[in-house]
């Protein structure tokens, strides 16, 4: 019987420069995924990864189909053992994925997808149906065991983006001293005046913000998706909204206005309530914490950005209280 001849690992020859890189891999991979969830149906997302190991400097290249078999085993597993949590599942294709590549010391899997909420308008009730992106990331570190045996430790990521509305506090702040002065020309008594301001918020432009959200740690058992996207839609002027009535266009602008902000305002927000919303995180858990708000009257963005062990922004909150 013939033998198939033995094809050259080319990959594993040494490279002309030879030099570590940080990442390799494939980027882009679309997957459809099945997320369970307790005692209601399932979720189906489409969803693209990244996928990356290191590579060492006396190697040319890594073998890049390990990284779609990495994947595939576990979605396969998925049927006999349900993932719950997009980074668990991120979690596992790294540890697959650094089981499979013997030289490399880090893994990586990066996941982003887009996930519908249902939310109702804020006057009429109506039913509307809302995409947030969401995403996880997992990385996969061999580290010395106390046995003195290699093991592998995952550090898992999760956030979520989400839009929303904000009123510029310092344009409000103008237009209701204008007005105020024109009040008084007219002979409106000054607690009339307080009384008018407390019903009728003053006019401002307007912002469509971006806030995003992650939390990096070990262990995110208790880091509910849901609760991160709550958290942004708390943290800015106002939620909006796919389908709105006149009622509820009246409320959302209403709503704003009452509640002007900053882009450093949302981010300071968002800050105080992921300290309150997760108690149970250990000091070294990494937040990230950004708005992004595009500007109506100006050409640019604005934007403001905490990046910390969220130990750090515990600290501080409780210093400035």
Same mark, same amino acid.
Do not use: W
């Given at each position: 019987? $013939? +033998?198939?001849?033995?094809?050259?690992?080319?990959?594993?020859?040494?490279?002309?420069?030879?030099?570590?890189?940080?990442?390799?891999?494939?980027?882009?991979?679309?997957?459809?995924?099945?997320?369970?969830?307790?005692?209601?149906?399932?979720?189906?997302?489409?969803?693209?990864?990244?996928?990356?190991?290191?590579?060492?400097?006396?190697?040319?290249?890594? =073998?890049?189909?390990?990284?779609?078999?990495?994947?595939?085993?576990?979605?396969?597993?998925?049927?006999?053992?349900?993932?719950?949590?997009?980074? =668990?599942?991120?979690?596992?294709?790294?540890?697959?994925?650094?089981?499979?590549?013997?030289?490399?010391?880090?893994?990586?899997?990066?996941?982003?997808?887009?996930?519908?909420?249902?939310? *109702?308008?804020?006057?009429?009730?109506?039913?509307?149906?809302?995409? /947030?992106?969401?995403?996880?990331?997992?990385?996969?570190?061999? $580290?010395?065991?106390?046995?003195?045996? =290699?093991?592998?430790?995952?550090? *898992?990521?999760?956030?979520?983006?989400?839009?929303?509305?904000?009123?510029?506090?310092?344009?409000?702040?103008?237009? &209701?001293?204008?007005?105020?002065?024109?009040? *008084?020309?007219?002979?409106?008594?000054?607690?009339? #005046?307080?009384?008018?301001?407390?019903?009728?918020?003053?006019?401002?432009?307007?912002?469509?913000?971006?806030?995003?959200?992650? #939390?990096? $740690?070990?262990?995110?058992?208790?880091?509910?998706?849901?609760?991160?996207?709550?958290?942004?839609?708390?943290?800015?002027?106002?939620?909006?909204?796919?389908?709105?009535?006149?009622?509820?266009?009246?409320?959302?602008?209403? +709503?704003?206005?009452? =509640?002007?902000?900053? /882009?450093?305002?949302?981010?300071?927000?968002?800050?105080?309530?992921? /300290?309150?919303?997760?108690?149970?995180?250990?000091?070294?858990?990494?937040?990230?914490?950004? &708005?992004?708000?595009?500007?109506?009257?100006?050409?640019?963005?604005?934007?403001?950005?905490? /990046?910390?062990?969220?130990?750090?922004?515990?600290?501080?909150?409780?210093?400035?209280?």
């Amino acid at each position: 019987m $013939t +033998q198939c001849p033995i094809l050259p690992d080319v990959q594993a020859n040494r490279p002309t420069v030879p030099i570590n890189l940080t990442r390799v891999g494939v980027t882009d991979v679309k997957k459809l995924i099945e997320i369970k969830r307790e005692n209601k149906r399932p979720i189906i997302l489409m969803s693209s990864f990244d996928i990356f190991v290191d590579l060492p400097s006396d190697r040319k290249g890594a =073998n890049l189909s390990r990284n779609f078999e990495a994947i595939e085993e576990v979605l396969t597993n998925i049927s006999q053992s349900p993932v719950y949590e997009i980074e =668990n599942l991120c979690g596992d294709i790294a540890e697959n994925l650094i089981g499979r590549h013997e030289y490399a010391s880090r893994a990586e899997v990066r996941m982003k997808s887009e996930y519908m909420i249902r939310r *109702k308008s804020p006057a009429t009730g109506v039913d509307c149906q809302q995409f /947030v992106d969401i995403f996880a990331d997992a990385v996969a570190e061999r $580290t010395d065991g106390s046995d003195g045996n =290699n093991a592998v430790q995952i550090k *898992k990521l999760i956030g979520a983006e989400v839009m929303g509305m904000t009123a510029c506090p310092c344009a409000q702040s103008m237009m &209701q001293e204008e007005a105020e002065n024109k009040l *008084k020309e007219l002979g409106l008594a000054d607690e009339k #005046i307080t009384e008018f301001f407390e019903a009728i918020p003053m006019a401002s432009h307007n912002q469509r913000g971006r806030g995003i959200i992650s #939390i990096q $740690t070990l262990d995110t058992t208790d880091v509910r998706l849901e609760n991160i996207i709550e958290i942004i839609e708390a943290s800015m002027s106002s939620n909006v909204y796919e389908i709105l009535k006149r009622a509820d266009e009246k409320k959302v602008v209403e +709503q704003a206005h009452k =509640n002007p902000k900053f /882009v450093e305002d949302c981010v300071r927000t968002m800050a105080k309530k992921v /300290v309150d919303t997760f108690p149970q995180l250990p000091d070294d858990a990494i937040i990230t914490i950004k &708005q992004i708000n595009e500007e109506s009257i100006h050409k640019h963005n604005a934007f403001a950005e905490r /990046v910390a062990r969220i130990g750090d922004i515990r600290s501080e909150i409780k210093n400035g209280s």
